[in-house]
Each structure stands twice: as structure tokens, then as C-alpha cells.
DNA sequence: TCTTTATGAATGAAAG
DNA sequence: CTTTCATTCATAAAGA
């Protein structure tokens, strides 16, 4: 593998205009490694299914969860590719924070394309980079104001809970079976931990998709191996 | 392996200030291809076998996702408690992708209702967890198409020079968040010479999988839409 | 290296 | 419909 790679890179650099046949955006690399982790995943909560449902009767179901485990589950949700992600560079980050203090909350499209453009003279960035910027940083330190100055103490809860439900003022058009248990209190941690929540399943097939508890086993990537299955 | 990967973008970026460097053969990406179509495959028996288990052993559907949510507990720890809002089901979003590239963009009371009741087949949903979906993929394909549409204004730059080159790789319609960073996949003609049909079941009563044409049905071609989702 | 943290990005829901 | 908010996911950077 790694001698291949080697040389694939190199020529790589030295053929850079030629024929070396396939070129993948970043947007289709992405949607490939989300379509291999969707079907990952769904592979593995149909044999979850699978082995629920066997457990009783035979051994068909986990076998195939054994094998399915050791063959691909592991690769679930991994990445083919590590996603790219912009990082300002000292001198943008000083100049947003800088913007940002001057209160002006609310950056607007024609702010975004000012700063960006400002700010692409001091390194590659886009619009969305900007837009994405102040949406987290006007978040977060909303959260921390919050975190921080929780010192309406116990009664709060229960206020907030309440004030927080008030305002649920959608007309309930239409309306399932839904978790929209907007017991969204103003998650303090303490408000988070005594909550007795309601347990049971809203997505029974596949809750955990979303996994990101350190497995140890995340060791492996969805990657084709040399004899073209996947580990 | 990862690490592999990051030299290897470090590399590029270096040597050749340049980007796109994402190349597959035509080989690789037929195997790609087949391999994930056998994913497809595999998927689409697995619940149809799922779907015969279930009836046959007179279970509920309700019951198996009391089940497997249990189970998923165990495993996966502490999670379930805290999600407060509608997560698609990987099946869930194929379909609604399939719908939203259909073109029909109004998707009308009438039709929500109709699809809503289709979903709620593979995971809790409702009908305005659609509406909302639908919005929000209109809204946002529009703002993807807003960001790459007008074309490169500010060329004061080295960046903004990379970024059109950048463009010029992309024939689709891309992302709107990505623009920058890059990095290589590179696979071997030998990892693309095998079967994908080794891929992970080797159980007998599930051995017949593997001799399926993938492409037997549409569903089963899993391949990347122009604007980078999945369908 | 491996683990933890900070933070860029994605997205469901809701407001405007 | 468009914009904004809240939450979560993923990863670059920092720590051990």
C-alpha cells in the first residue's frame, strides 16, 4: 500500500497535467463516503434486527451479525477522507473578533461579502467561512453567558421550563408521534442531569448513526483493501 | 493510513501550490461503483429479509425497535436520553433525496402527507419533520447555487486565483461550504481488481446475495448526484 | 502517539 | 420563502 501510494504521488506531482484518468471533486469524494457510511450503517442496524429477531431460533442471524461485525461494522460512519475545514489564521481571527465586539450581531449578506473580501487578503477564506464564523461565535458565547450566569439557582428551572414551553407558538398543523418534547430548558447541566427523560425509542432503526463515543476500534477507515472488500 | 494521507496533502500543497488532487482510474471507480451497489444489494435483501423474519416470528415492529433501542443502550452508553430532535433514518433520507431530485418542488400538503406515511415505514417521523426537511433542502440548494453561481469577482488575490481554478474541477454544482482545502485519494489498480462480491456475507442463506447483477434495479445504483447528495 | 478540547461545519426547527 | 437559532458532528490543535 504504501509504496503504491508513493508512487501514485509522485506521479502525481510530476504528470500533473496528464492523463491519470479520474479526478473526484471533494463534494463527490464526501457523498461517496457518506453513501458507504449510510449503507454501512444500515447494514448493521438490519443485522442488529437480524440478530434480535434470532437469537431464539438460530444461529443464522448471529452468524450474520458476527460476520457483519467483524467485516465492516467497525467502518461505520468512519471517513474515507478527513474533511478539510478552514482555520483562520491569527491575523483573520483578530479581525473578526474585532468586528464582533463592535456589537454589530448581526453580520448580514452584504457584511459577510465586506469582511470576506477584506479578509481574503490575509489568507484563503470564503463567505460561508465568515458566515459559519458568527454563527458559532455569537452561539457560543450565548452559551457561555448562560453557563456562566446560572445564578438564579433551583426555581429557575422550572420557570424557564415553563417560559420555554410558552413559546412554543407554532399552530400544530400537522402533528405525528413526535419527540418534539421541547423540554428544552435552558440546558444548564444541572437541568440536563436531573431531567427524567423519556427513554423510549424515536428512531428505533437507527438511533445510533450518530455515534461518536470513543470506540476503540475506530481505528479502521472504510477503505478498499488490497483483495477489493471493505474492512 | 491517515497519517499517509496527510503528508501526502501536505505534499501537494507544497510542491505544487496547487490544488485538486483527488484520482482515481476508471478501474477504481467501477470497483467503487460495484462495491457500493453491493452494498445497495445487500441493504434492500436485508430488509426484505428482515421484513419476512418479522412478520413470520409475529413480531411488531414497534416491539423490535423497543429492542434493538435497548441493545443500542447497552452498547452505545448513554446517549438516547438527550435527543430532542428528528434524526433521518439513513433509508429515510434516500427517499426524501429521491423525491426532492424528482424536481417537484412544491411538495403540498397532500404529497407531505403521502410521503410522511411512506417514511414513518423505516423510523418515527412526521409530517412536519418532512415540511421542515423539504424547506430546508430548497432553501439550502438555492444558497449552494446563489454561492457558486456568481463568478469570480475579486481577483486580487493568489487565493481567489486558486479558488477559480478550484471551480474549473468542478463540473457539478458544489457545495457551498466547501472551497478550500484538499486532499488525495489515491487507489491502486491492484486494490481494484477483486470481487466486490467478497464483501462481508458468507453465510450460505445469504450467499445468493452475492450473485446478483447490482444494477438488477435503479435502487441499486447508488451513484453521486450533481449537487453532491445522496439519492 | 493517544486523548482532550476548541471550533468549523451541518442541519432540524423556528422565527420573520 | 428566507434568515436565524440551537444542537450536534467532525476535526485541527493542544495537551499528556
Known amino acids: 500500500w504504501q509504496k503504491q ?6 506521479a502525481d506531482r510530476t504528470n500533473n497535467n496528464m492523463m491519470f484518468v479520474k479526478v473526484m471533486t471533494d463534494e463527490q469524494l464526501e457523498t461517496l463516503r457518506k453513501q458507504i457510511a449510510v449503507y454501512a450503517t444500515l447494514c448493521d442496524q438490519l443485522v442488529e434486527m437480524h440478530r434480535t429477531l434470532s437469537t431464539h431460533h ?10 457483519y461485525c467483524d467485516s465492516l461494522m467497525t467502518s461505520a460512519g468512519q471517513k474515507i477522507t478527513s474533511r478539510q475545514r478552514w482555520t483562520p489564521t491569527p491575523l483573520q481571527l483578530q479581525i473578526l473578533e474585532r468586528i464582533f465586539d463592535q456589537g454589530n450581531g448581526t453580520p448580514s449578506k452584504e457584511k459577510i461579502k465586506e469582511i470576506t473580501a477584506e479578509l481574503s487578503h490575509h489568507g484563503q477564506i470564503s463567505e460561508t467561512n465568515v458566515y459559519n464564523w458568527f454563527q458559532n461565535r455569537r452561539a457560543r458565547s450565548k452559551r457561555k453567558l448562560q453557563n456562566n450566569v446560572p445564578p438564579t439557582t433551583i426555581e429557575s428551572e422550572v420557570d424557564a421550563e415553563v417560559d420555554s414551553k410558552d413559546k412554543k407558538t407554532r399552530p400544530e398543523e400537522l402533528i405525528g408521534s413526535q419527540q418534539q418534547q421541547h423540554s428544552t ?5 444541572a437541568s440536563a442531569t436531573n431531567r427524567p427523560e423519556k427513554l423510549c425509542f ?8 450518530n455515534n461518536q463515543h470513543p ?5 479502521s477507515d472504510p477503505i478498499f483493501t488490497s483483495d477489493g472488500t471493505l474492512r
Open 215 to 219: 470506540n476503540k476500534n475506530n481505528k
Open 202 to 209: 424515536q428512531n428505533p432503526e437507527l438511533q445510533y448513526l
Open 58 to 67: 438460530d444461529l443464522t442471524g448471529v452468524r450474520v451479525g458476527n460476520i
Open 5 to 10: 501510494l508513493q508512487n501514485n504521488e509522485k
Open 185 to 189: 430548558i435552558i440546558m444548564t447541566n
